[in-house]
């Protein structure tokens, strides 16, 4: 019996360049340099063996795409209100920025079309969870939305501050949390959620569509609680007004499903956790110009 020689060049590393022609082509041109037939054949489902395997780690799972286009199209709901997450809008009308190019990635490696479904704030988005108007929903994780949704961690995160008015004695993000305070926010958003669950002492007032800015002036109120770099167009509109340093929390973005997939959840978390790891998200924050305002969110919990 003669001993199996490989062709020149051929290498399992380069098994891959030799699949693209097609799996039983690779195993046919193993075979050639063999003599004994039985060895060419094993060989040949061998090599097969590691093509599929290869193939299936690169798949997604049916039940995935069953559960997330249960279609045949991915429908993603897209917050048109948060301008850092839709940036413009295409000649057609369809919204493009980072949130978008989110849903464009999972549905193309879902292997799926996507149609973009624009609502007018978040808080629109979870109203009409479970309604089977949209298949993921990429909002701000708040605990009242996942009554409603099942949530991956963040893939981005916005930073949330305070302004305050010309003349004002409050200095630090500590200080408005206090009695006699009044906090005009937009009803519904991820940081005036965030609000409602940790403000104990100051009066919270919450205002529905983007009359928040009106009715802090309006009223002669304490604080206005917004997106830095949103807050950032109000300063200039009063003069003395000041934005206080730091946070008192980072809104973080994330990709919902209906509740009920949780197939389709596992996946999803991990989807998101690799575009963080693999710089997919950091690149959509510079072609779309964002950076300074929008960051990458650290790595999951789970």
């Known amino acids: 019996m003669m001993a199996c020689m490989k062709p020149d060049g051929f290498s399992l590393a380069n098994l891959s360049k030799v699949h693209t022609g097609g799996k039983f082509l690779a195993a046919g041109h193993a075979a050639t340099a063999c003599a004994d037939e039985r060895i060419c054949l094993d060989l040949g489902f061998l090599f097969y063996g590691i093509f599929m395997m290869a193939d299936n780690d690169s798949q997604v799972d049916p039940e995935v795409v ?9 429908r993603a709901a897209i917050n048109m209100s948060n301008f850092l997450l839709v940036v413009d809008k295409t000649e057609q009308g369809d919204p493009i920025g980072p949130s978008p190019s989110m849903a464009a990635a999972i549905a193309d490696t879902l292997g799926v079309p996507l149609k973009l479904v624009p609502f007018r704030t978040p808080s629109d988005i979870s109203q009409a969870a479970g309604t089977g108007v949209w298949d993921i929903g990429n909002i701000g994780a708040e ?3 996942a009554a409603v949704m099942d949530f991956t961690a963040a893939y981005c995160e916005i930073e949330s501050t305070y302004l305050v008015p010309a003349g004002s004695t409050i200095q630090s993000i500590a200080e408005v949390d ?6 005009s926010f937009a009803a519904g958003s991820a940081y005036g959620l965030w609000l409602e669950n940790n403000i104990k002492h100051a009066d919270l007032k919450p205002i529905k569509g983007r009359a928040a800015f009106e009715q802090f002036v309006d009223g002669d109120m304490e604080a206005l609680a917004g997106l830095r ?6 300063l200039k509109k009063l003069p003395g007004a000041r934005l206080l340093d730091g946070q008192f929390a980072a809104v973080q973005q994330a990709v919902g499903v209906n509740k009920g997939n949780d197939v389709a959840l596992a996946w999803l978390k991990k989807f998101v956790e690799k575009a963080k790891a693999d710089g ?3 690149g959509y924050i510079e072609k779309f110009g964002v ?3 929008l960051s990458v969110a650290p790595p999951g919990q789970d």
């Open 178 to 183: 206090q009695p006699g305070n009044r906090i």
């Open 291 to 293: 950076q300074g305002k």
């Open 66 to 74: 069953a559960q997330l286009a249960p279609t045949g199209t991915l």
């Open 280 to 282: 997919t998200v950091a």
């Open 143 to 145: 605990p009242q939305r």
């Open 229 to 234: 770099t949103q807050l950032l167009g109000e």
